[in-house]
């Protein structure tokens, strides 16, 4: 009877054991998955900046246009502000940041004519101050594209 139970115990020891083996190669097998998962993420995130450099381009453009920040920026020609390209030659040759000027905390470097200057901060206490930091990005992104 001893004998018996002796038996029984250690089958179940044994199934046990199986058992875990089992958990342990599913297991196993499940890191491999991801680690082959993770292999492939390099290729997509190399291909990421090019084609989001794009879209935050023509969605700037599209934030700026629908801000109406065109009715008074044009391209190439000065309209009520400076055009679009010598708000972004400026930028560029003095490496200022036009997003911290949206948000209001960096003074105008463009046009700095007083009157002029209280014209643009008109929109930037009002029609900026609805404009998310990623459309903020994006606008930035529109002006500095513009050649
Ligand atoms: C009512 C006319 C008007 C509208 C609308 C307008 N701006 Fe302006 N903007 C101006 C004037 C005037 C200036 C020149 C003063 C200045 O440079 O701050 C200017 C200047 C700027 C500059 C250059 C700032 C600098 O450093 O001199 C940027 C960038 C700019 N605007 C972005 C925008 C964006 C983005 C919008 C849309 C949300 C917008 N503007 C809408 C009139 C306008």
Redesign the pocket.
């Known amino acids: 009877m001893k004998k018996v139970i002796l038996l029984v115990g250690v089958l179940a020891i044994t199934l046990a054991s199986c058992g875990d083996k089992k958990k342990e190669e599913v297991k196993k097998e499940i890191e491999t998955v991801k680690e082959e998962v993770k292999v492939d993420e390099p290729t997509t995130t190399e291909e990421a900046p090019a084609e989001s450099a794009d879209a935050q381009v023509t969605a700037g453009k599209k934030v700026?246009t629908d801000?109406?920040?065109t009715?008074?920026?044009a391209v190439d020609t000065k309209v009520?502000?400076?055009s679009i390209k010598d708000?972004a030659t400026?930028?560029a040759e003095t490496g200022?940041n036009?997003v911290k000027?949206?948000k209001g905390n960096s003074d105008?470097?463009?046009?700095?004519?007083p009157g002029?200057?209280s014209?643009?901060?008109?929109?930037i206490d009002t029609?900026?101050k609805d404009?998310s930091p990623e459309e903020l990005q994006a606008?930035a992104a529109y002006?500095r594209s513009v050649k």
């Open positions: 700026f801000k109406t920040c009715s008074c920026h009520v502000g400076p708000i400026k930028y200022g036009i000027f949206l105008a470097i463009v046009d700095t004519d002029q200057v014209i643009m901060k008109g929109n029609i900026l404009v606008i002006i």
